[in-house]
């Protein structure tokens, strides 16, 4: 059975900086792509950053050169490095493979960055 766990949010002034983690348990881990997932309030979750098994990396427009995805194959650990938050980045963020296993989604981690 799949689970993911993340933390690491939390309420950061703009400007500022949060590392979100992941802890992936069961089968999903390897070898598959994962995934920052991001749902602010009234809006649809949506695809913030993702990594295949061999490191790979890809983010849209609004995130990039300021979100850093990685991951640990060996600990089943994703990471999510984000700087230059603005309040716009404000949401709950999970993580997941990508494409979603949709039986999987974890609470997320609340990240609130204040203007």
């Known amino acids: 059975q799949v689970q993911l766990v993340e933390s690491g949010g939390g309420l950061v002034q703009a400007g500022g900086s949060l590392r979100l983690s992941c802890a992936v348990s069961g089968s999903i881990f390897n070898p598959h792509p994962m995934g920052w997932f991001r749902q602010a309030p009234g809006k649809q979750r949506e695809l913030v950053a993702s990594i295949t098994p061999t490191g790979t990396t890809n983010y849209p427009d609004s995130v990039k050169g300021r979100f850093t995805i990685s991951r640990d194959n060996a600990k089943k650990m994703v990471y999510l490095q984000m700087d230059s938050l603005s309040a716009e980045d404000s949401g709950v963020y999970y993580c997941?493979?990508?494409?979603?296993?949709?039986?999987?989604w974890g609470r997320g981690t609340q990240v609130t960055v204040s203007s």
């Open positions: 997941n493979r990508n494409p979603p296993w949709q039986s999987a």
